[in-house]
């Protein structure tokens, strides 16, 4: 999906780029609606499939995001601010090499992955806004009340891996950090 749309299917990621330079304000605010949309029709389907399908839930809440049970509001905060900025930050530094392009989905994934099995029994990991905001409309209660925390604290890990990415991507390095720089060998 990359070449095709730039993969933006996160909020956060988005946010990232955007205030990378990387993408116009319009541009951003296309995907974030799109992401939106998406992830809300993804959750009817689910709730759907749940209510009509036979399908169980084995979270019983469609896969929402939480805390007060393996965590309190102050350790998701942290854990969905530093989960989510190190995947963004992930996903800047490797795409910000285009020599990268082929294989970037392997990193960005086993960063994804890794968010998730810290987090997942914490919170349910959120990382991306649009992922939490479906399911929690549809599961209401509680998951509603809490969403601000899975969208506010992965935008800001999002933001802070944007201002950190380019200190790993110096201009006039080629893309390079210092230690890339360094270990490079000379003709």
């Known amino acids: 999906m990359g070449p095709l749309s730039g993969g933006h ?32 029709v993804a959750a009817f389907v689910i709730w759907a499939l749940t209510r009509w399908g036979d399908v169980v839930d084995q979270t019983g809440a469609l896969g929402t995001n939480g ?52 987090g997942l029994t914490l919170d ?14 549809f599961e209401g209660g509680s998951a509603l009340r809490q969403l601000w925390v899975f969208i506010v604290f992965p935008l800001l890990g999002g933001a802070l891996a944007a201002l950190v990415a380019p200190l790993i991507l110096r201009p006039g390095t080629g893309g390079r950090g210092p230690a890339a720089r360094v270990a490079t060998p000379r003709p």
């Open 124 to 137: 349910g990991t959120s990382v991306n806004p649009a992922r939490s905001f479906g399911p929690a409309l």
């Open 67 to 118: 805390y007060g049970v393996h965590i309190n509001l102050g350790g998701a905060a942290v854990l969905e601010t530093v989960l989510t900025f190190l995947f963004v930050l992930v996903v800047l530094v490797v795409t910000g090499r285009g020599e990268h392009a082929a294989f970037a989905g392997v990193p960005i994934g086993l960063a994804l992955a890794g968010a998730h099995l810290v």
């Open 9 to 40: 299917i996160n909020p956060a990621v988005t946010l990232g780029v955007l205030l990378s330079g990387k993408i116009s304000p319009l541009g951003a605010v296309a995907y974030w609606i799109a992401q939106f949309a998406g992830a809300t």
